[in-house]
């Protein structure tokens, strides 16, 4: 909460308090969607949940790539750096390295072989897109 409270107050001494206040109100909201999340979902359903979502951004990146690389890979001045579904490298970036935090936490979970070598699959992908930027 006290980061929240300081990015408030820092629309008193911002250039564009105009766009300060409408990012302070977008923090607000994704902080208040992550707490009904929390109230809603278990810890361990909700990190399924995760696990799924990064799985799908990841593989359908890597299909994007692969049957689609003028949109999938950038161009001018970044060649060849991949982009996935994403609009950004970086954000291709992002999402590998918050799945290469979440699926070593889905396989140490799962209880059968079948599950374990899924999400470790899931791993070695969200590898490749990370080492493909």
């Known amino acids: 909460m006290a980061v929240i409270f300081l990015a408030a107050i820092s629309i008193l ?8 206040f409408r990012r302070v109100i977008a923090i607000l909201l994704t902080t ?18 995760l696990g799924a979502a990064f799985f799908i951004a990841i593989l359908s990146s890597l299909f994007m790539v692969v ?8 161009s001018f001045p970044l060649r060849e750096a991949w982009q996935g579904v994403f609009g950004h490298k970086n954000t291709l970036g992002c ?3 918050i799945a290469l935090l979440v699926f070593p936490m889905l396989i140490s979970d799962s209880r059968s072989l ?4 899924f999400w470790s ?5 969200s590898f490749i897109t ?3 930027q």
């Open 67 to 74: 049957l689609k690389p003028e949109w999938g890979i950038m």
């Open 121 to 125: 699959s899931a791993l070695l992908l």
């Open 13 to 20: 001494w911002s250039d564009y308090p105009d766009l300060s």
């Open 114 to 117: 079948g599950k374990r070598v």
């Open 32 to 49: 208040f969607y992550a707490l009904a999340l929390y109230l809603r979902f278990p810890y361990q359903s909700f990190l399924h949940l």
């Open 130 to 132: 990370l080492m493909a």
């Open 95 to 97: 999402v590998s390295v």
